[in-house]
């Protein structure tokens, strides 16, 4: 289960994300305050046509701010006119009629600022908005012509700008069609590519609307030279290592989208913005400036979480974004956690667990693609399975060949003494793990497209009382689908799966061998409870596991959302998983949405459960389970 962090940032963004989770900042009444009742009415009409209407009503939207004075009220009423107008354009209905009256009087009555004084003392004073769409008008005709009102000779077809004859004949979709002319040439690089007019007739004789684009495809460009502004403790010279424009090349704005996210994967920036010259150069080429925003370099945070079935934690770390001017990161990090009750394998073991680690990160440490990471920790570990008192180390450099694929090779050392049903033992684990990422989703809290896919290939030298040759595998794919345009619902869905091979059981140690169940795995069961046992009934871990979940993440507002799920699993005593053991889960969800990403309940209630298991599981954190 990940835990909930929040980082307290020295710009106030802690004080700004409790904001956002517990309430509002006080808001101060109005004088003269009209309290007001709006009736939206649009009699025949589809509910998402309604629903849009209504949404471009200030008066309903703001109907729980009430204005200041009676000309407050009709000032609000008169802009709903435009308001309402425009949701009615956006939808292909241009030929409708808007009529708003407040207690009884039309907007343009002479006696209406009379009328809403002596509807006050009654009670909330009466608004009424009636709304009648008319017909749905289609494309009729779309043209591309240049300033001299010539057929462009390069132009992009009507399909890829969305629009084509016959079509509903939305606003919004005239307005994305013009960016999508723009952004046609500029692939082609004509920089300074432009819709400099458009003409929308709308016919009302055969309820067309006929459009045409006048286009400034400008002369195609290559860039010219690129400078840096905005670095003060970075080096500008990091920043000009890690830009993807090259001076010469034909002008592409994918290079300028590949520049902002290869500097953005960097703590140390908060922003980075891009200008292109508004001119060419002497030399007839495009100058570009990278301008980045630097963030605090110091910060410091805590985090918790809490499961019935995992443990709770609290941690607490300071960390630094930019230690010696390359964007390198360090952090301190210490946790203490509570089993809940002592070690079944060890039995009048101490609950209290902690960890204190440190990580370091130095980005380009062999070229600018090439990033040092590396962590030791000292910690104390408690689980139902074993008691480990350990010393590690893990670094390595991670390759990042594109924004979202990654190849790691490292060195993963721990020296440990460990308490499990078997007794005591002391192990040295060498290992050379390779680790593979890749990740086109579109937010790391909250996905709602694209797929994560790991994997971790680890061959040992030495293995604890296994010594040297095993080999261990583990991946994991998981999957993202939003099923609307406003990403109301999501379908999310992961499978993991690992085998360790070349060794006995329990010649393993016991922290390296696999567990299923609690909140990272198998939600509903008790943490690693779903996993291979001796004849006393021990957890003693397995060599291999097999894990997959499903989620319908469902927007029921825009904060409050639920999550209906279903996880299957175990861990299996042979190298490879067996599909006899597996347990299932399923549960229900609730998301409250922030700022700073979903905050997460979930309760889950085991399907095939053994006669020890608690019956549910309940877990909170910050983020989505997966």
Avoid: C
């Avoid at 399975?385 to 390759?399: H, I, L, P, W």
Wanted: charged residues 20%; without cysteine.
């Amino acid at each position: 289960m990940a835990g909930s962090t929040v980082t307290y940032a020295q710009d106030g963004g802690f004080l700004n994300g409790i904001r956002s989770l517990f309430g509002k900042e006080k808001v101060e009444p109005v004088a003269d305050a009209v309290p007001y009742k709006p009736t939206v009415n649009v009699p025949d009409a589809a509910r998402s046509l309604r629903k849009a209407i209504t949404a471009a009503s200030n008066l309903y939207s703001m109907r729980k701010s009430p204005p200041s004075g009676a000309a407050g009220l009709l000032r609000r009423a008169r802009a709903d006119i435009d308001q309402i107008t425009g949701a009615l354009y956006s939808n292909g209905y241009y030929a409708g009629s808007i009529r708003i009256t407040i207690a009884g009087r039309a907007l343009d009555a002479p006696d209406i600022l009379q009328a809403i004084e002596a509807a006050r003392p009654a009670g909330p004073v009466p608004v009424e908005i009636d709304v009648t769409t008319g017909p749905l008008f289609h494309f009729g005709s779309i043209t591309l012509v240049d300033e001299r009102n010539r057929p462009l000779p390069m132009a992009p077809t009507l399909r890829q700008l969305g629009i084509e004859p016959g079509g509903e004949a939305k606003s919004s979709a005239i307005l994305d069609a013009e960016s999508h002319i723009t952004d046609f040439y500029r692939d082609k690089g004509h920089a300074f590519a432009k819709v400099v007019d458009k003409d929308v007739v709308a016919d009302h004789a055969t309820n067309l609307v006929n459009v045409t684009y006048v286009v400034n495809a400008g002369p195609a460009v290559a860039f010219g030279p690129v400078t840096v502004s905005g670095a003060e403790k970075v080096r500008p010279s990091f920043v000009q290592e890690r830009v993807r424009i090259i001076p010469g090349e034909m002008f592409s704005p994918q290079r300028l989208a590949d520049t902002r996210k290869s500097l953005l994967r960097y703590e140390a920036f908060s922003g980075v913005r891009i200008r292109e010259g508004d001119k060419l150069d002497a030399d007839g080429r495009l100058p570009v400036d990278v301008e980045v925003t630097e963030r605090k370099p110091r910060y410091v945070g805590f985090g918790a979480k809490y499961s019935s079935t995992d443990g709770s934690s609290i941690n607490a770390f300071w960390g630094h974004r930019n230690l010696f001017g390359g964007a390198e990161t360090l952090r301190l990090d210490g946790q203490v956690s509570w089993f809940g009750g002592s070690s079944s394998a060890v039995p009048d073991s101490n609950p209290l667990g902690y960890r204190f680690a440190a990580t370091f990160g130095k980005p380009g440490i062999l070229t600018p693609i090439d990033d040092l990471v590396a962590q030791a920790a000292v910690l104390r570990e408690v689980t139902d399975a074993y008691v480990r008192e350990a010393v590690t180390f893990t670094g390595g450099v991670r390759r990042n060949y594109s924004d979202q694929f990654s190849v790691q090779i490292g060195l993963d050392l721990e020296q440990s003494h460990v308490q499990d049903s078997s007794g005591s033992r002391d192990d040295t684990i060498v290992g050379v793990p390779i680790d593979i990422a890749y990740d086109t989703t579109d937010n790391p809290l909250d996905p709602s497209k694209g797929i994560r896919a790991a994997g971790t290939f680890e061959p040992f030298a030495y293995l604890g009382q296994a010594s040297a040759g095993p080999m261990m595998f583990k991946g994991s794919l998981s999957s993202y689908k939003a099923l609307d345009e406003d990403k109301r619902y999501i379908l999310a869905g992961r499978i993991s799966a690992g085998t360790i091979f070349g060794a006995d059981l329990l010649d393993v140690p016991p922290q390296r061998r696999f567990y299923v169940g609690g909140g990272g795995s198998l939600r509903g069961y008790d943490y690693q409870s779903a996993s291979p046992r001796n004849a006393q009934g021990d957890i003693i871990g397995g060599l291999s596991y097999l894990t997959a979940s499903a989620e319908a993440r469902i927007k029921v507002t825009d904060t409050i959302g639920i999550v209906p799920f279903f996880d299957m699993g175990a861990a299996s005593e042979g190298s490879v998983p067996d599909l006899g053991d597996l347990k299932y889960s399923a549960g229900l969800g609730l998301r409250y949405y922030t700022g700073i990403g979903p905050v997460r309940l979930d309760v889950a209630i085991p399907l095939n459960p053994e006669p020890d298991d608690k019956g549910y599981g309940i877990y909170i954190s910050l983020g989505q389970s997966f």
